[in-house]
């Protein structure tokens, strides 16, 4: 789930980069010369939406790395990590993906997670937690699940649905700035239009990508059961339930973290239904209940 909302946050992040950057050059001058030009900003938003995304995958390797403390195994230091590297290397031989690089970081919440730009060349990391609550035919089949993501490529499906998003954004959010810039000219004439089409475009901006990112997590929730399939056929179905159950049962629970986040959601209805649309994974009983019923290869 973290890794998920780190990449929905850097690519929310790029787009304002980009927007300030736009308007401090006077970039986008061209568009509001003569009155909004709608084909010119299609454009504009179609090329900006497009590279905002694509950067933020490009940079979710090192943004996840930097941000779980991931710790990299290049020299196995013992069997634990000589086992995680073969079973990795194993399993994306069987899924037809090159060897992804494979990394711990110290969380005691059991939780894992797989990012990249292209299959061939992927990150795999699990936290000190998992290792320690789950046996190893569970890790396997955790492993398995997020060799499944890579394999699918998911990371890649999700940035070009969030470019796809993000020109959405870029194109609305610029007609809200120019409205309210419009709203303001009488008033404060060139300064205030200006100030009011930077202002209202960024914050309608922000806004709007927050409505963006409930359709990418319905899309993350969607991808979470093909790769639990994935995982079960890789390490088998029993595994893969058992790696769910095992969360289940877990004490991190009451703190909201890892893949419980999903679902453990206390308050009003207004406010479950809120924590339902930002979740990226689905609660771990229809999980499981979708991989009993599953057909595996």
Do not use: C
């Not at 890794?3 to 929905?8: G, K």
């Not at 000589?82 to 990394?103: D, K, N, S």
């Not at 060139?190 to 806004?207: K, N, P, V």
């Amino acid at each position: 789930m973290k890794r998920t909302i780190l990449f929905i946050l850097t690519n929310i992040a790029v787009l304002a980069v980009i927007t300030i950057v736009m308007r401090l050059f006077g970039l986008d001058g061209y568009m509001t010369q003569h009155g909004l030009n709608y084909t010119a900003l299609a454009v504009f938003a179609i090329i900006w939406g497009s590279v905002g995304s694509f950067i933020s995958l490009a940079m979710s390797k090192r943004m996840a790395r930097f941000a779980y403390g991931v710790s990299i195994i290049e020299n196995p230091k013992d069997e634990t990590e000589m086992w995680l590297l073969e079973t990795v290397r194993r399993q994306a031989q069987q899924a037809g993906i090159g060897m992804p690089e494979v990394g711990i970081f110290r969380n005691g919440s059991p939780n894992a997670f797989a990012t990249g730009m292209k299959r061939n060349d992927s990150l795999v990391a699990v936290s000190t937690g998992l290792l320690e609550r789950m046996n190893k035919k569970e890790v396997e089949a955790v492993l398995g699940h997020e060799i499944s993501h890579v394999a699918n490529g998911d990371m890649v499906t999700m940035a070009l649905l969030q470019g796809i998003l993000n020109a959405f954004v870029i194109f609305f959010s610029r007609i809200i700035g120019y409205a309210i810039s419009s709203a303001m000219r009488g008033n404060a004439r060139d300064i205030g239009f200006r100030a009011g089409s930077f202002i209202g475009t960024l914050i309608a901006q922000i806004l709007l990508g927050f409505l963006a990112a409930i359709i990418i997590n319905m899309f993350s929730r969607h991808r979470e059961f093909k790769a639990d399939r994935g995982g079960a056929e890789l390490a088998g179905r029993q595994n893969m339930i058992g790696a769910l159950e095992a969360l289940q049962r877990s004490p991190y629970d009451s703190k909201l973290q890892g893949e419980m986040a999903a679902f453990g959601f206390t308050g009003g209805r207004a406010k479950v239904m809120l924590q339902k649309l930002l979740a990226t994974h689905p609660p771990l009983e229809e999980r499981i209940a979708a991989l009993e019923v599953a057909e595996i290869i």
